[in-house]
């Protein structure tokens, strides 16, 4: 199972200590985490694998997979950037499902 995973940075690292517990018990589970803007507390190679947003190459490389459902979480405008990168890599529309979350700031985005 691959789970790639997006942040900001650390300190907004969703459900962080659980996916790690599962990826250590689990060696078939494939994590891979990004920071959009690491700070200088997050450890590369530790806390995340890749600095930057996932971006098209990113996803061919660490989640593409044909028979794979796609869910979204985050500000809208993250979420339209990613949908669109995994329509253009192929992806059907209804294997990518959303969920809009953030605070009301970011959601004018």
Do not use: W
């Not at 996932?54 to 869910?71: F, G, T, V």
């Not at 329509?87 to 985005?109: K, L, P, Q, T």
Request: proline residues 4%.
């Amino acid at each position: 199972m691959r789970y790639p995973h997006a942040a900001r940075h650390g300190r907004v690292h969703a459900m962080k200590q659980e996916v790690g517990q599962l990826a250590a018990q689990h060696p078939q589970l494939n994590s891979t985490v990004f920071y959009e803007c690491p700070q200088d507390t997050d450890r590369l190679g530790q806390d995340y694998q890749r600095a930057g947003r996932i971006d098209a190459a990113a996803i061919r490389e660490h989640a593409l997979l044909a028979d794979a459902d796609y869910y979204l979480c985050g500000p809208v405008g993250f979420m339209q950037q990613q949908q669109r990168q995994l329509r253009g890599a192929g992806v059907e529309a209804a294997r990518i499902h959303m969920e809009v979350f953030g605070s009301n700031a970011m959601a004018s985005d």
